[in-house]
């Protein structure tokens, strides 16, 4: 079974461009969560998604935003970038109650 | 609302020695609970869960964890450490409020195995 899987690896980006990653959740799976592991922040919520509805965001402004397409796999946009937003980003996704399966996750970096 | 404390942020050890990497919850609800290991440049593995029933939980390579309901806490065991199992390890908590199976991690413990 092919695990979740995230692209790209590493994405390098100046202050104020615009961002896209992508995920492909676990064969099955309708949910997808989006997750931003900044330096010494543990993993932070942004977004989760299912059945192609945004279903909760965290603390998290408006810049970023995402979507999930028919076959379950994902976007998530980061607009204006800027430089605190270097991190990793991982991606997880499950099918409910059950735990949460995670990508190795898209490094970005902000100049 | 739910809250998870890794109470230590890094945990040296030596080879072959014991190891317990503690985690605290709160939630006034039933609760779901979690162990993930992360490797350097990786994403999460899940370690071992806890959904219901038994309340010792045997996970992969070796590591096990107990659920303390009256104490509220999810403490990572293994009788014997390795250097491989050198990694960070984020505990989380998940209790459906709201329709909501989110989890919340804690910020990590950095499990340091000397030889």
């Known amino acids: 079974e092919a695990g979740v899987t995230q692209s790209p690896t590493h994405l390098i980006k100046t202050r104020g461009q615009q961002a896209t990653l992508r995920c492909s959740p676990i064969s099955g799976h309708t949910s997808v969560y989006w997750y931003q592991q900044a330096l010494g922040l543990g993993l932070q919520f942004l977004l989760w998604y299912d059945e192609g509805e945004e279903r909760n965001r965290g603390n998290f402004p408006p810049r970023f935003s995402g979507r999930q397409f028919p076959n379950y796999s994902s976007e998530l946009n980061v607009n204006a970038l800027e430089l605190e937003d270097s991190a990793l980003y991982l991606c997880a996704s499950s099918f409910h109650p059950q735990p949460q399966h995670f990508g190795d996750g898209t490094r970005l970096s902000i100049l | 609302a739910q809250s998870v404390t890794q109470l230590d942020s890094q945990v040296p050890v030596f080879e072959e020695a014991p190891v317990e990497l503690r985690c605290n919850y709160s939630s006034s609800v039933s609760v779901y609970l979690f162990w993930y290991v992360q490797y350097p440049n990786q994403g999460l593995q899940l370690l071992l869960k806890?959904?219901?029933?038994?309340?010792l939980v045997k996970g992969i390579n070796g590591f096990e964890a107990e659920f303390n309901k009256s104490q509220t806490s999810f403490h990572l065991r293994k009788p014997s450490v390795h250097i491989s199992d050198t990694a960070e390890y984020f505990c989380a908590v998940s209790d459906g409020t709201g329709g909501s199976y989110i989890p919340t991690f804690g910020r990590g413990t950095s499990l340091i195995v000397h030889p």
């Open positions: 806890y959904l219901s029933g038994s309340t």
